[in-house]
């Protein structure tokens, strides 16, 4: 009879975690982190329980501020979708605005979403310094949350490091002209860029033109270096290697003179 009642205890034991963990009831999604005045917002959700005759209420705030509010109806599948523009009276304060779904009695699920002011004509040119100082190009680039502090090429790695300095969750784009950066593969078409923030891969979106490549790349409050990692760099095989290439054979022709002097001489 013990043996019987110590199983009970073991058993009970294992198996009541995986009873106390139930599921949520409704879950939300936005289509993306970010987005800028005037852009599309899908917001998307499910429930796992259907109550008949109960909308889900869908708001969007700054902060404490109401920005939007809609009821939608519960699809058969018990999904349900909501699109918003980005844009209007409300849609004035830049930064991370909340999504809450509420569905029946204390069934709330919420997303984050970053939001940016359209600007006019945002883009700045950075001057980067090419090694061996033999010259500059120009990056131009948008940054929304953050300062650019310096951009730098690391021609061991083919690689740019943009040092930024954040004041919240934000993005940066970059346009890439691809005579100083590139990435391809070994038949010459576009590969795909190896992109990490402060040591860790991150995705990126992107949109290819003929003299350059433009990146735009998410990243949160405090990070710091973006690497951005190809297989061409400037000056890959360019003036500043021949010079240092020249360089390095200079003694070797010296050295090889004196040997042939001496043996003349002898």
Do not use: C
């Amino acid at each position: 009879m013990r043996l019987i009642i110590l199983l009970f205890f073991v058993f009970s034991f294992f198996i009541s975690p995986a009873f106390s963990q139930t599921p949520p009831i409704i879950e939300i999604h936005v289509s993306d982190s970010s987005f800028e005045e005037g852009q599309t917002i899908v917001i998307s959700g499910e429930v796992t329980t259907i109550v008949m005759n109960t909308p889900v209420t869908v708001q969007i705030f700054y902060k404490e501020n109401l920005i939007e509010i809609a009821q939608l109806q519960v699809a058969q599948d018990g999904t349900f979708t909501l699109t918003v523009s980005a844009q209007g009276s409300q849609w004035q304060q830049e930064g991370e605005y909340i999504v809450r779904a509420t569905y029946g009695e204390g069934n709330i699920a919420e997303a984050y979403f970053n939001f940016y002011k359209k600007l006019p004509d945002p883009s700045i040119n950075f001057e980067v310094k090419k090694p061996g100082d033999i010259g500059t190009f120009d990056i131009e680039y948008v940054i929304r949350g953050g300062t650019v502090k310096d951009i730098i090429v690391d021609e061991k790695f083919l690689e740019l490091i943009v040092l930024i300095e954040t004041e919240t969750s934000g993005t940066i784009t970059l346009n890439l002209p691809r005579s100083a950066i590139d990435a391809k593969t070994n038949d010459g078409k576009d590969d795909s860029w190896i992109v990490l923030i402060d040591g860790m891969e991150t995705n990126y979106k992107e949109e290819t033109q003929t003299e350059s490549r433009i990146i735009t790349i998410n990243f949160e409050e405090g990070d710091s270096d973006i690497e951005i990692i190809g297989t061409f760099v400037v000056p890959e095989f360019g003036t500043f290697t021949y010079l240092v290439l020249s360089a390095s054979l200079i003694p070797i022709f010296i050295i090889s003179s004196r040997k042939n002097l001496v043996r003349r001489v002898v």
